[in-house]
Nanobody, 127 residues
Framework: QVQLVESGGGLVQAGGSLRLSCAAS????????MGWFRQAPGKERDFVAA???????YYVDSVTGRFTISRDNAKNTVNLQMNSLKPEDTAVYYC?????????????????????WGQGTQVTVSS
């Protein structure tokens, strides 16, 4: 089993920045692919960003150029730097893990392919 704990959420004004962190423990492997998803009230959980064990990154179009995903395998952490935040970024953000090492673009974007999830952290962007 893998345990994931997110931190770093909060309230920020539009145009501001936040840095989310996800600490992984348990049966983790450096070959795991990691993702961030978000869920706004009344909406489905959507893909935000992913990083493979090789360091390849994927983003949803709406955050490209504003968000950056990174990982530190030595510390078992994955981060999401969020800049130029917009009110529509408001959601609960979830960290997720899937076993690697294989991956495809569509595979890492699909939340059904992630068996391990954190409890989520709230991000609220005021206008």
């Amino acid at each position: 089993q893998v345990q994931l704990v997110e931190s770093g959420g909060g309230l920020v004004q539009a145009g501001g920045s936040l840095r989310l962190s996800c600490a992984a423990s348990g049966r983790t492997y450096s070959s795991d692919n990691m993702g961030w998803f978000r869920q706004a009230p009344g909406k489905e959980r959507d893909f935000v960003a992913a990083i493979t064990w090789k360091g390849s990154t994927y983003y949803v179009d709406s955050v490209t150029g504003r968000f950056t995903i990174s990982r530190d395998n030595a510390k078992n952490t994955v981060n999401l730097q969020m800049n130029s935040l917009k009110p529509e970024d408001t959601a609960v953000y979830y960290c997720a893990a899937q076993r690697g090492p294989s991956y495809t673009d569509s595979y890492v974007r699909n939340n059904y392919n992630y068996p391990y999830w954190g409890q989520g952290t709230q991000v609220t962007v005021s206008s």
